[in-house]
């Protein structure tokens, strides 16, 4: 592990983010997430600065996305998907 007093670099951020990422997508099904809170002890800065967003796994890759509903966080979301190749 590295010294927590040492600064974190710009590649260490994007390291630790894929890292994050793939340990997500790993524990999520696809089109499944979570609704997650931003709280200001995270020290995050996103477009639009919600105070909740919705982390999900979507074609084997994590999104993340604003969310203005009235979920809590911590609750599970599964999203429904229409299949393009389904005909009416």
């Not at 040492?6 to 997500?24: C, G």
């Not at 609704?35 to 919705?54: A, H, Y």
């Amino acid at each position: 592990m590295e010294d927590q007093s040492t600064p974190m670099t710009t590649q260490d951020l994007y390291n630790a983010s894929v890292i994050f990422s793939q340990a997500i997508s790993l524990m999520l099904e696809e089109n499944q997430g979570i609704i997650v809170d931003i709280v200001p002890e995270m020290s995050v800065v996103l477009q639009d600065e919600p105070s909740k967003v919705f982390v999900f796994k979507l074609n084997k890759s994590i999104h993340i996305q604003k969310y203005d509903g009235d979920m809590e966080a911590g609750t599970p979301v599964t999203i429904n998907v229409e299949d393009e190749n389904t005909e009416e």
